[in-house]
């Protein structure tokens, strides 16, 4: 792998990767499986390495030396270690000394260590679990981005979301966690929910697990509380909103490789796994977009999600792809 790549990959995981730079590294992912490998490989390392805390905060200058220290101790010690945990050190000792070389070279003056502003995205194909400094868990769903400053403000904890995450919420009644998104602002204190506001779509969901969440709707319809089990649909189109009591276990299972439908257009069906795979999916038939139905994905290939989808309803399929653009593009058609 390029150096290069590598540290294109470090800045994304921490949030300083420039938009051109991020189209370079999504040219590369999408290049050939190998990569996609890669790729994972170093955001396992990355997740089980990083600190819970801003990496302005990191003594870089005594982070390298104890890299150093722990490699020169590793070779003392090689002969007495098995082959293959020599191999999974190497796996580990390289991602984290270019992380160090990264921090080296991009550390902050003393004057803007006090205060850092985070930004996580989820690359698509792909989610990511975040630990946030006051104990809250953060799963970002494919495409998705997260953003906040450190340390939070003494009165909340606020954040920002593009795109679908779910929120399991340290309690803190005295200051509660804040999820912004372009169209409403969800306050919550200790609890579990999801959110999904991806831009392109035109419906934005809260759905409620555990606890009480309240969204505001930012002055057009007024502030909804809402309880377990319950989920509040906006609709951008119609500015209107509207809440249901549903199974709100099934949502969150996407962190877990598990798509459930209940009920929902063959059109959402396919936007959601167009998302999980990252690939292009266009329905040709308007009629057929609308139509309903009940399925559950569980670890399933993309072509396994296509054909039981094709047994099940009155469809076909085909794939279409250009060279310059590897992302797959699937055509669905209404069968004759």
């Excluded at 730079?21 to 999408?30: A, G, I, V």
Aim: aromatic share 10%; proline share 4%; net charge positive.
């Amino acid at each position: 792998m390029e150096r290069n790549i590598e540290i294109l990959i470090v800045k994304l995981f921490d949030g300083t990767i420039s938009a051109k730079e991020e189209e370079q590294l999504k040219k590369w992912y999408n290049e050939n499986r190998a990569n996609k490998s890669v790729f994972v490989k170093m955001k396992s390392v990355w997740d089980a390495a990083r600190p819970a805390f801003s990496f302005r905060a990191v003594s870089t200058d005594q982070g390298e030396a104890n890299v150093w220290k722990k490699i020169r101790r590793r070779r003392r010690n090689r002969m007495a270690f098995p082959i293959w945990w020599q191999r999974i050190s190497a796996v580990i000792a390289v991602p984290l000394l270019l992380l160090s070389v990264y921090l080296f070279f991009s550390r902050p003056a003393a004057k803007d260590a006090a205060c850092s502003y985070q930004e996580i995205k989820a690359f698509p194909g792909t989610y990511s679990r975040i630990s946030l400094p006051d104990g809250s868990t953060v799963w970002l769903n494919s495409g998705s981005k997260l953003s906040y400053t450190l340390p939070f403000v003494k009165d909340a904890r606020e954040t920002s979301l593009t795109g679908e995450a779910f929120f399991e919420v340290e309690a803190d009644r005295m200051h509660p966690f804040v999820v912004r998104t372009e169209d409403m602002s969800i306050n919550a204190t200790g609890t579990r929910f999801n959110v999904e506001a991806y831009p392109s779509d035109t419906l934005c969901t809260v759905t409620l697990e555990q606890g009480k969440v309240s969204v505001d709707l930012l002055h057009r319809e007024g502030i909804r509380e809402m309880k377990a089990g319950g989920q509040f649909v906006w609709n951008k189109n119609t500015e209107k909103g509207s809440t249901q009591q549903i199974d709100a276990l099934s949502y969150g299972k996407w962190r877990e490789g598990i798509l459930i439908f209940h009920d929902e257009s063959l059109e959402n069906i396919f936007k959601r796994v167009a998302r999980t795979h990252n690939v292009d999916i266009c329905i040709k038939d308007p009629a057929l977009a609308k139509q309903r139905y009940h399925a559950t994905f569980e670890q399933e290939s993309l072509n396994e999600i296509l054909e039981l989808l094709r047994i099940s309803a009155p469809i076909r399929y085909d794939f279409k792809g250009e060279r310059r653009n590897p992302k797959k593009v699937i055509n669905v058609y209404r069968t004759d």
